[in-house]
């Protein structure tokens, strides 16, 4: 069974304070791993798809990282506007398109 | 623009009553999904569909029922069998077929039980 954990589950920093959110992730084999935002009482909006041990990917001050196990959201110089909770997913190679999904870790930038 | 239109954006089921939540899509997806959430809890799959007129249970389809009838619609069914229905809800679509596997979601609907 796959399984997605992420950590922190709530990240409180001040803007421009950097820091990471973690995803590990246990899957028969890897198709791709894939980073949301989500912003509160909407729908998620896709950030990144990570598909092998190394790949990284940026989109303004986020950086997206991934190993055999986990992969990191690097946050830089956040600003208020990053606050929202932030998902990963995995897919498995084979069977069906369907995504496993963590909890989320909540990210709350302060002025 | 293309995208998914998930209606209403918030809904009240009473006791007993079966309600129906709308997905449509026009970015010519070939899958759909549905998701619930709830706090603490993350995305939870409840049905999918490949394709026209097939569809799959997910890990908590009981008390759930979907169609799929058309390309551009998924509708779900929450029926009087599920009993703690208040959640919210999560449609999405992707197209594999095309080895673009990220999916792209709705604004969700709210379903509250009163």
């Known amino acids: 069974e796959d399984q997605v954990t992420q950590s922190p589950e709530a990240l409180r920093l001040q803007e421009g304070e950097s820091s990471s959110l973690n995803c590990s992730y246990t899957?028969?084999?890897?198709?791709?791993l894939f980073w949301y935002r989500q912003d509160p009482g909407k729908g998620p909006e896709f950030l990144f798809t990570?598909?092998?041990a190394g790949e990284e990917k940026e989109k303004e001050r986020l950086k997206a990282t991934l190993t055999k196990k986990e992969s990191f959201l690097h946050i830089t110089a956040p600003k208020p506007e990053d606050s929202a909770t932030y998902l990963c997913?995995?897919?498995?190679?084979?069977?069906?398109?369907?995504?496993?999904f963590g909890k989320g870790t909540m990210l709350l930038v302060s002025p | 623009d293309g995208g998914i239109t998930q209606s209403p954006k918030y809904l009240f089921r009473k006791e007993g009553q079966n309600v129906t939540l709308s997905c449509e899509q026009n970015?010519?997806?070939?899958?759909m999904y549905w998701y619930r959430q709830d706090p603490g809890q993350g995305l939870r799959l409840i049905y999918y569909?490949?394709?026209?007129?097939?569809?799959q249970k997910g890990d908590i389809a009981e008390g759930y029922s979907v169609s799929r009838e058309k390309k551009e619609s998924f509708p779900l069914t929450v029926t009087s069998a599920q009993k703690n229905p208040t959640a919210f809800y999560l449609c999405?679509?992707?197209?594999?077929?095309?080895?673009?596997?990220?999916?792209?979601f709705g604004s969700g609907t709210r379903l509250t039980v009163v």
């Open positions: 970015l010519n997806h070939d899958a």
């Open positions: 997913a995995v897919q498995a190679v084979g069977g069906y398109s369907t995504l496993t």
């Open positions: 899957v028969s084999g890897l198709r791709g």
């Open positions: 569909s490949q394709i026209v007129n097939d569809f």
């Open positions: 990570l598909y092998s």
């Open positions: 999405a679509s992707s197209n594999p077929g095309t080895g673009d596997y990220g999916y792209t």
